[in-house]
């Protein structure tokens, strides 16, 4: 008999046991990734002067509500299942300095479900987990800690409906992300359920225009072959459609696929079929839009750069330096030590896939530079990262940070 103990997929998230997450777990949590000189800077108003530096913190940012609980519970499991394996199935989340330090406390990768025995452990990100899965889990009989963030369910409970209503879910996402992986498996758990995902609003238009008709269905082959779910026919399963979002997606660009989607519905149908064959329901979490209007709002000011900490591969992060990259020049990190000196950044441009090593990149003079970081980033990170720009622009950390602010950081060679 499989032990649940703190499961959240949508079909038993009505019978949710959750894990209670000790005031000790907690404190643990808060010390590996919490940054003194990050609540300093937001105890005086989000804005530091350091000699010629001015930095201007957006008002949210770092960890949202479901990277906290997820980091809680994974954290919970290693203090009271002590002595058995604990695995993840996955990223807990996408941030290269947080995934390490679990692999620290023994939390290690699954690698194959055939792995797993009855005594192990076994935490669900917060992405979620494919339906046949856990289904896999719970026959071995393992116990599962289920992290999967209460926004992701929103959107299988979002995207259930459109399929027991007969309609095809249209997905804003990136097919192969996790989150969305977990998405598509729950439109296929309902018989007849079917989707299509679409990246962008360049895919989208395609969608468009086999809706309309101004392309045959046959010329995307291979973008249905990609995209959609088995057994597609665009002929017939694009009568209904319902959108919903990956939750991290870009609001601005969620927004103008409703609404191509819906012209193109209207063109086919006309005004009054298209509220019976077209729903959309903005499926982005709350944490997403906060941050992204947090960099709207940051943006307003006359910066000189804006520096994004987070995960490479995380989409909330991307989308952050997407916003920025159209307004002032704007270097997404991984991690501090991407930032070698003032001479040289290593760091992701906006809409591409590779980092990069980009020269000259800190100007002299006085600067006004913009700072965030996405929903998997510990504010450790972007602590680490003011004092390495203070250091890297020949400045001194405020003498009024303690010892222990400064403690753990590795100064950046000069020059
Ligand atoms: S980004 Fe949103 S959906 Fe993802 S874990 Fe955070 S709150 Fe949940």
Same mark, same amino acid.
Request: with cysteine; aromatic share 6%; proline share 5%.
């Given at each position: 008999?499989?032990?649940?103990?703190?499961?959240?997929?949508?079909?038993?998230?009505?019978?949710?046991?959750?894990?209670?997450?000790?005031?000790?777990?907690?404190?643990?949590?808060?010390?590996?990734?919490?940054?003194?000189?990050?609540?300093?800077?937001?105890?005086?108003?989000?804005?530091?002067?350091?000699?010629?530096?001015?930095?201007?913190?957006?008002?949210?940012?770092?960890?949202?509500?479901?990277?906290?609980?997820?980091?809680?519970?994974?954290?919970?499991? /290693?203090?009271?299942?002590? &002595?058995? !394996?604990?695995?993840?199935? @996955?990223?807990?989340? $996408?941030?290269? =300095?947080?995934?390490? %330090?679990?692999?620290?406390?023994?939390?290690?990768?699954?690698?194959?479900?055939?792995?797993?025995?009855?005594?192990?452990?076994?935490?669900?990100?917060?992405?979620?987990?494919?339906?046949?899965?856990?289904?896999?889990?719970?026959?071995?009989?393992?116990?599962?800690?289920?992290?999967?963030?209460?926004?992701?369910?929103?959107?299988?409970?979002?995207?259930? /409906?459109?399929?027991?209503? &007969?309609? !095809?879910?249209?997905?804003? @996402?990136?097919?192969? $992300?996790?989150? =969305?992986?977990?998405? %598509?498996?729950?439109?296929?758990?309902?018989?007849?359920?079917?989707?299509?995902?679409?990246?962008?609003?360049?895919?989208?238009?395609?969608?468009?225009?086999?809706?309309?008709?101004?392309?045959?269905?046959?010329?995307?082959?291979?973008?249905?072959?990609?995209?959609?779910?088995?057994?597609?026919?665009?002929?017939?399963?694009?009568?209904?459609?319902?959108?919903?979002?990956?939750?991290?997606?870009?609001?601005?660009?969620?927004?103008?696929?409703?609404?191509?989607?819906?012209?193109?519905?209207?063109?086919?149908?006309?005004?009054?079929?298209?509220?019976?064959?077209?729903?959309?329901?903005?499926?982005?979490?709350?944490?997403?839009?906060?941050?992204?209007?947090?960099?709207?709002?940051?943006?307003?000011?006359?910066?000189?750069?804006?520096?994004?900490?987070?995960?490479?591969?995380?989409?909330?992060?991307?989308?952050?330096?997407?916003?920025?990259?159209?307004?002032?020049?704007?270097?997404?990190?991984?991690?501090?030590?991407?930032?070698?000196?003032?001479?040289?950044?290593?760091?992701?441009?906006?809409?591409?896939?590779?980092?990069?090593?980009?020269?000259?990149?800190?100007?002299?003079?006085?600067?006004?530079?913009?700072?965030?970081?996405?929903?998997?980033?510990?504010?450790?990170?972007?602590?680490?990262?003011?004092?390495?720009?203070?250091?890297?622009?020949?400045?001194?950390?405020?003498?009024?940070?303690?010892?222990?602010?400064?403690?753990?950081?590795?100064?950046?060679?000069?020059?």
């Amino acid at each position: 008999m499989v032990s649940q103990v703190a499961v959240r997929s949508s079909e038993v998230a009505m019978s949710r046991a959750r894990l209670p997450v000790q005031a000790a777990t907690r404190r643990a949590v808060d010390c590996d990734f919490g940054s003194p000189v990050i609540e300093t800077i937001r105890q005086q108003g989000y804005v530091l002067r350091v000699g010629r530096l001015t930095f201007h913190l957006a008002r949210e940012f770092g960890f949202c509500y479901g990277v906290d609980d997820a980091l809680d519970l994974a954290y919970e499991a /290693r203090r009271r299942f002590a &002595g058995r !394996t604990i695995y993840l199935t @996955g990223e807990i989340i $996408h941030n290269p =300095t947080v995934n390490a %330090r679990l692999a620290a406390l023994g939390i290690h990768q699954l690698e194959n479900i055939a792995d797993v025995t009855p005594q192990d452990v076994v935490v669900i990100p917060a992405f979620g987990l494919p339906a046949s899965d856990l289904e896999q889990l719970r026959n071995v009989g393992c116990t599962l800690v289920d992290t999967t963030c209460g926004s992701v369910v929103h959107v299988w409970k979002r995207v259930e /409906r459109y399929a027991r209503d &007969g309609f !095809t879910t249209i997905i804003h @996402g990136k097919h192969d $992300h996790e989150e =969305t992986t977990a998405t %598509r498996s729950q439109v296929l758990a309902i018989p007849g359920g079917r989707y299509v995902v679409v990246r962008d609003l360049q895919e989208t238009e395609q969608l468009a225009s086999v809706i309309t008709g101004l392309q045959p269905a046959a010329t995307l082959r291979d973008f249905f072959a990609r995209a959609a779910s088995p057994g597609f026919n665009p002929t017939r399963d694009l009568g209904k459609i319902g959108l919903a979002n990956q939750t991290t997606m870009l609001a601005s660009e969620s927004l103008a696929i409703a609404e191509r989607l819906r012209a193109a519905m209207t063109v086919r149908y006309g005004e009054d079929e298209t509220p019976f064959r077209f729903r959309s329901f903005d499926t982005i979490c709350s944490a997403t839009q906060v941050r992204q209007d947090a960099v709207a709002e940051l943006l307003k000011r006359p910066l000189d750069l804006l520096v994004v900490v987070g995960g490479y591969n995380s989409s909330n992060t991307g989308h952050l330096c997407e916003m920025a990259a159209a307004v002032c020049p704007t270097y997404h990190i991984a991690t501090p030590d991407c930032i070698v000196s003032a001479e040289l950044i290593r760091h992701k441009p906006a809409f591409q896939a590779q980092e990069i090593e980009s020269s000259g990149w800190l100007p002299p003079g006085r600067l006004n530079i913009g700072l965030t970081s996405g929903a998997s980033t510990p504010d450790r990170a972007l602590g680490d990262t003011i004092l390495r720009l203070v250091q890297a622009a020949g400045e001194c950390p405020p003498q009024s940070w303690t010892a222990r602010q400064v403690a753990d950081f590795d100064p950046v060679p000069a020059g």
